[in-house]
């Protein structure tokens, strides 16, 4: 498996914007988990869902943010409008539920509003 | 939720042990001790788990105290590529959350 994978690695967009992060958890993996990391708050849990339903979404910032997971391979964040303080580097990760073991992440997205 | 407390900082000798505390105290009898590392520019990289017995792997041993209100993560012999930030965390219902961390610096 090539691991969970997430799009863009990179995105530059400019403030009112809307943002679209996308991530493809390994196969089979039943638990997805969307993080924000920055130097001031560190990792931040956004959200996770099982089995593609939200579990708790009590980590997302606002309402400028929302989180699908449309199917079991599948699963967007979105920003709108994006704002400059909304710049972090954002991973998905993704494990098997019942296992309650480990969880594999993915490279990142950095996410630059100007 | 369940929080973890761990040193900012440790640092350690090249090919020496480095023993990595955490404190847990809230910890419920459901929740599981997970570590994981985050090296320079990198996503974070799962450890070693457990939930009451002590658990060793290729990577590193973890020592779970007999309350579960603490637990130490051993990595046996720091190279240079083992500096990373790691993270203590209690696997909550399924929840992962993760806390600030230690950095861990090894010197040749």
């Known amino acids: 498996d090539a691991g969970v994978i997430q799009s863009p690695r990179h995105e530059v967009t400019e403030m009112g914007q809307e943002v679209t992060l996308r991530c493809k958890p390994i196969?089979?993996?039943?638990?997805l988990f969307w993080y924000r990391q920055t130097m001031m708050r560190g990792l931040e849990l956004l959200i996770y869902?099982?089995?593609?339903?939200?579990?708790?979404d009590s980590g997302m910032p606002e309402d400028r943010f929302s989180a699908k997971m449309p199917n079991a391979s599948f699963s967007t964040l979105k920003i709108q409008p994006s704002e400059p303080r909304d710049s972090a580097v954002y991973f998905c990760?993704?494990?098997?539920?019942?296992?309650?073991?480990?969880?594999?992440f993915g490279q990142g997205t950095r996410l630059t509003v100007v | 939720d369940a929080k973890t407390t761990q040193p900012n900082s440790m640092e350690s000798n090249e090919e020496e042990p480095v023993h990595l505390p955490c404190n847990h105290s809230?910890?419920?009898?459901?929740?599981?001790i997970h570590w994981y590392r985050q090296l320079p520019s990198q996503g974070p990289e799962y450890v070693i788990h457990g939930l009451t017995s002590n658990v060793n792997n290729r990577m590193a041993s973890l020592a779970i105290a007999e309350d579960r209100k603490s637990s130490t993560l051993i990595l046996h012999r720091a190279t240079l590529r083992d500096a990373a930030v790691y993270y203590c965390?209690?696997?909550?219902?399924?929840?992962?959350?993760f806390g600030a961390g230690t950095q861990v610096v090894v010197t040749p």
């Open positions: 809230t910890i419920s009898g459901t929740d599981y």
């Open positions: 869902f099982n089995n593609n339903v939200p579990i708790d």
């Open positions: 965390i209690l696997d909550s219902w399924g929840k992962l959350q």
């Open positions: 990760a993704s494990r098997y539920r019942d296992r309650r073991g480990e969880a594999f």
């Open positions: 196969s089979g993996h039943n638990s």
